[in-house]
């Protein structure tokens, strides 16, 4: 399983800390659900999952202010000695002072949100299902091309990059070059991103690195992009048989997703851009319902019952 710090939770989620002197540096996530604990401020700790976040919304707020102080202070003890990641209170509630101190005692962190409860549960909850989903890294070049995340694979020097540059200039955005991050998010979406380290750099033979962000605007890049479909560029290869129909979609396999996935060839003369455009569009198109090649087979074939 991997795991984010909690600092970059804080950090994405914008939330103030309030027991500074734990080091949230030190608090890993590794579980992208979280929990309000409205059971177990009542005692009820059977199958409690101590790894996810805790939730203070108004409810538990409120359930909490009608306790005795020393049956709330025993509640609090009996929750944090669970070794739970963090508090997140919601809505800007204050923790009062007896969960601050028993926070600083177990080492846990206490975090106070200006969110409402359901949208920062969301929002935790979608950010961590990223972060922390099955991840690899593959050699290929990432792009939106009309909203359809394009990944552009095949061997060094093909020309993806050269590619990806023009469809840039045609005005749609780069993912990432060279390098792409792949997480799994669900059983049918996989999003890539790019490495930190090569993030909106382009490497172009001959010319060497070249930053997108710099030289056509900030409208060029994008951090995160869903993959949607995979286009393998290779040599034209004269004895080989090229798909000239498409009535039936090929797919690949990454992570144990299914993509479409196109081999194209390349020849000198071809404008690569505008066959990826097309590519993108098409994909969209039967996406929709519409299949082109379908339609001109029943073309073909309305017309050969006419002929009968």
């Known amino acids: 399983m991997y795991g984010v710090t909690l600092q970059e939770l804080i950090d994405k989620m914008q939330l103030r800390n309030m027991t500074p002197e734990i080091d949230v540096e030190k608090v890993v996530l590794t ?12 005692g009820f700790f059977d199958h409690f999952d101590n790894e996810r976040v805790q939730i203070i919304g108004n409810v538990e707020h409120e359930y909490i202010n009608q306790m005795e102080p020393s049956r709330r202070r025993a509640t609090y003890d009996r929750l944090l000695s669970e070794k739970i990641p963090c508090m997140v209170y919601c809505r800007n509630i ?40 099955p991840c690899i890294t593959i050699h290929g070049v990432l792009v939106d091309v009309f909203g359809v995340g394009v990944l552009m694979m095949g061997e060094s020097g093909i020309g993806k990059s050269e590619a990806a540059l023009e469809l840039i200039k045609r005005g749609h955005r780069l993912v990432t070059d060279d390098a792409v991050e792949i997480h799994k998010v669900s059983d049918d979406t996989l999003f890539g991103t790019a490495p930190d380290i090569t993030k909106h ?80 569009v098409n994909h969209r198109q039967k996406m929709m319902g519409y299949n082109a090649a379908r339609e001109l087979l029943n073309r073909a074939q309305a017309n050969l019952s006419k002929a009968k």
């Open 94 to 133: 204050m923790p009062d002072e007896d969960m601050l101190d028993l926070c600083n005692h177990y080492g846990v962190p206490c975090l106070v949100s200006s969110r409402t409860t359901s949208a920062q549960m969301a929002e935790i909850i979608r950010w961590l299902n990223v972060k922390l989903a």
């Open 31 to 42: 579980h992208p659900d979280v929990n309000r604990p409205a059971l177990q401020l009542a």
């Open 201 to 280: 750099f382009i490497e172009l033979r001959g010319i060497g690195i070249i930053d997108v962000k710099s030289l056509f605007g900030v409208e060029s890049v994008i951090d995160t992009q869903a993959i949607d479909m995979v286009v393998k560029l290779e040599e034209w290869n004269r004895d080989a048989e090229y798909d000239r129909m498409g009535l039936e979609d090929r797919y690949t396999e990454i992570l144990g997703n299914k993509l479409v996935y196109y081999s194209i060839p390349l020849r000198p003369g071809r404008n690569l851009a505008l066959i990826i455009e097309t590519a993108a």
